[in-house]
C-alpha cells in the first residue's frame, strides 16, 4: 500500500500560479501511476492529469493542457502539479492519486489509493 499527503493549495488571484505536491510512503512509488484530480462543489471527480512511473508519459485534461505540468521525483517519492495562469474555474479540492500498473487511466475508480486533498481557490 501506499499512504499519500497533499500540500500546497491556497488562495491565489487568476493569473497566478501554485505548485501542488503529494509526499508518498509505503511502498515503493516508483511503482506506481499517478495522477492528480480535482473536485469542485457540486461536481463529480474530474481528470486532471496523470503520469507513468518512470516518468516517461504524461497526460491532461484539456482543460487544463498548456497551463498545468505534471512531474514527480521517485528519489524524493514526491508527486507534483505545477499550475499556471489559474483561473477562477480552477478552484477545486485537488487530489493525487495512485494505481498499480502502467497504464496511464482517467478515470478515478481505476486508482486505488487518495490522499485526503488540497484546496485551491482563484478568486477573479
Known amino acids: 500500500q501506499v499512504q499519500l499527503v497533499e500540500s500546497g493549495g491556497e488562495l491565489v488571484q487568476a493569473g497566478g500560479s501554485l505548485r501542488l505536491s503529494c509526499a508518498a510512503s509505503?511502498?515503493?512509488?516508483?511503482?506506481?501511476?499517478m495522477g492528480w484530480f480535482r473536485q469542485a462543489p457540486g461536481k463529480e471527480r474530474e481528470f486532471v492529469a496523470a503520469?507513468?512511473?518512470?516518468?516517461?508519459?504524461?497526460d491532461y485534461a484539456a482543460s487544463v493542457k498548456g497551463r498545468f505540468t505534471i512531474s514527480r521525483d521517485n528519489a524524493k517519492n514526491t508527486l507534483y502539479l505545477q499550475m499556471n495562469s489559474l483561473k477562477p474555474e480552477d478552484t477545486a479540492v485537488y487530489y493525487c492519486?495512485?494505481?498499480?500498473?502502467?497504464?496511464?487511466?482517467?478515470?478515478?475508480?481505476?486508482?486505488?489509493?487518495w490522499g485526503q486533498g488540497t484546496q485551491v481557490t482563484v478568486s477573479s
Open positions: 492519486a495512485a494505481r498499480d500498473g502502467h497504464v496511464i487511466l482517467v478515470t478515478p475508480n481505476q486508482y486505488a489509493y
Open positions: 509505503g511502498r515503493t512509488f516508483s511503482t506506481y501511476t
Open positions: 503520469v507513468s512511473r518512470i516518468a516517461s508519459s504524461t
